[in-house]
């Protein structure tokens, strides 16, 4: 069955360390996007592909970065750790033109200490 | 960005209907409301889409007025795995210009007890 996976589940890391959090789905959708859940905020958007070499800016895109090689994959990376990006980490991915419904990942645990 | 309003929280019972409401006051002629559904340590999972009238699919119903001005999802006969948050989005329906518009708000924690 075609899934959309994260990892790792949790990361514990160091304040200023490059982190990168992974995300690959098989349903060769083309739009995938970033999200992270903090308590009292629901989720903001972090970054955002509609494609192969398209990335977009979202919400909270300040201290992160992403890059769209393939179909199948969109990595978050944190240039420079700080605590305020400790979070629960969600990719999603959809299909079309449409807001169509997004699926989402089962999240990543971020905490930087 | 059409800001949406939700209550907090909601208390209900086994076998009972739920109904969430959703204000969205300044909803656009191009916006979609959309609902999804988050249990604990989980990503959301879609619920139901609409954008006039009443939706309906297996799960849930979604009752949205001629004004658009707020929509309502409704849960039919509840039970304790429906305990989770719903969230209400309203964004353009054509992807590439909601852009980084969608967004979720706080959501609505909904506690069914036996």
């Known amino acids: 069955d075609a899934e959309i996976t994260q990892s790792p589940r949790h990361k514990i890391t160091e304040t200023g360390r490059q982190v990168t959090l992974a995300c690959h789905q098989t349903?060769?959708?083309?739009?995938m996007f970033w999200y992270r859940q903090d308590l009292g905020h629901g989720l903001r958007l972090i970054h955002y592909s509609y494609g192969v070499q398209d990335t977009n800016k979202g919400e909270v895109s300040d201290g992160y970065s992403v890059s769209r090689s393939n179909t199948e994959d969109l990595p978050l990376t944190l240039e420079s750790a700080a605590s305020s990006q400790t979070s629960v980490y969600f990719c999603?991915?959809?299909?079309?033109?449409?807001?169509?419904?997004?699926?989402f990942g089962p999240g990543t645990r971020l905490t930087v200490l | 960005l059409a800001k949406t309003t939700q209550p907090i929280s909601m208390d209900s019972y086994e076998g009972q209907e739920v109904n969430i409401t959703c204000s969205h006051n300044?909803?656009?002629?191009?916006?979609?409301i959309t609902w999804y559904q988050q249990f604990p340590s989980q990503g959301p999972r879609f619920i139901i889409q609409?954008?006039?009238t009443k939706v309906t699919n297996e799960v849930a119903s979604l009752f949205i007025p001629a004004d658009r001005k707020s929509s309502t999802l409704s849960l039919p006969r509840v039970s304790l795995s429906d305990t989770a948050v719903y969230y209400c989005l309203v964004g353009e329906h054509m992807i590439k210009a909601a852009g980084n518009k969608l967004t979720f708000g706080g959501g609505t924690r909904v506690l069914v007890k036996p």
């Open positions: 349903w060769n959708h083309n739009n």
């Open positions: 609409g954008y006039k």
């Open positions: 999603a991915s959809s299909e079309g033109t449409a807001y169509n419904e997004q699926f």
């Open positions: 300044n909803i656009a002629t191009n916006d979609y």
